[in-house]
């Protein structure tokens, strides 16, 4: 693996310091390794080199399966170095602008207040700067469905997923227990958790269709569930069967598909022809075809046969019934 060049690594360090500083539970070797594109080795200089910095940072005592080291800081040493400039400000902005949930809008309006009051010494100046980032970035409007999120709701499934305790929830005029695995946020905020009346099967239940929800005092055993393992074999949310997906991409769309993020397994190549072929791995047969669907005829599917079916299907049932 090849390390960045030499005069990346201080910003590198103080941007490992905030994150290091930020989980409660440090920060591993590995996990240094990965986000900043680096051999062990250099991992362990940077972690040497913000220890000679910072004393207080320390092995932490982390609980877990995997006997893995993490490293954290002790206090609160770095608070007085924190900031927050115009652009960071202006981009959280831009997410309050985008969002079409009008509970959401209103949290993340409510943090911008606040990160602009411990930002007050420079009130003025950030304002300015802000007003100018909104003035010259816009955004294209999006055609989403508006759903009511409950915020109590969510604040429960927090605290549930933080604890591993289980929740009780009417959804679907149905009593149920769960036991929270994770949230996963899309046009619809999702809520992943197993049904204790079913077993071990986990399932996807959309957060804003819940009534009567209440935190319990049972907790649970999470096991090795890991949401992000859990989240990237689907297109979308909906799981089911994994299909090894091949998408032809004509001249014309080549250079947009070969630049366009489809799937975190993905791969793809550029074809002699100036065609473009992308393959990856994911269920959710019904999600891939909407989405082939928005790239026209310059999209095709090679393969599985059985997509390419069912996508033919439903261009003909789509026609018939126009």
Known sequence: MEDKPRYSRNS????????MASRP???????????????RRTAERMRDSLINIFPQIEELEIDEQ????HWGFTNHALLPLISFTPKEIANIEQYERRTTNKEVKSELKKTVDKIKLLSQKRNNT?????????????????????????LEHLGIVREALKD??????VY??????LEPLGLIYGEKVYLVAREKAKG?????????????????????????????????????VYQGEVLSVKLLFNQELAEDASKYNFHPTQKGKYNEDGTYTVTFKASGSREIIWHVFKWGAGCKILSPKSLRDEYKKYLVENVENY
């Open 164 to 169: 591993s305790k289980m929740v009780s929830a």
């Open 12 to 19: 590198d360090i103080i941007e490992l310091a905030f994150a």
């Open 200 to 236: 071990d099967g986990i399932y996807n239940y959309l957060l804003h269709k819940f009534t009567d929800f209440k935190l319990t005092d049972e907790t649970f055993d999470k096991g090795d569930f890991d949401l992000q393992k859990y989240s990237s074999r689907s297109f979308g």
């Open 66 to 69: 995997y006997n893995t080291k």
């Open 25 to 39: 539970q440090g920060i591993t070797i590995k996990e240094i390794e990965e986000e900043y594109g680096v051999s």
């Open 126 to 150: 950030i304002e300015n700067n802000i007003e100018l980032y909104m003035q010259t970035e816009g955004y294209a409007i999006r055609q989403m469905p508006q759903y009511k999120m409950n």
């Open 172 to 177: 679907h005029e149905k009593q149920r227990k």
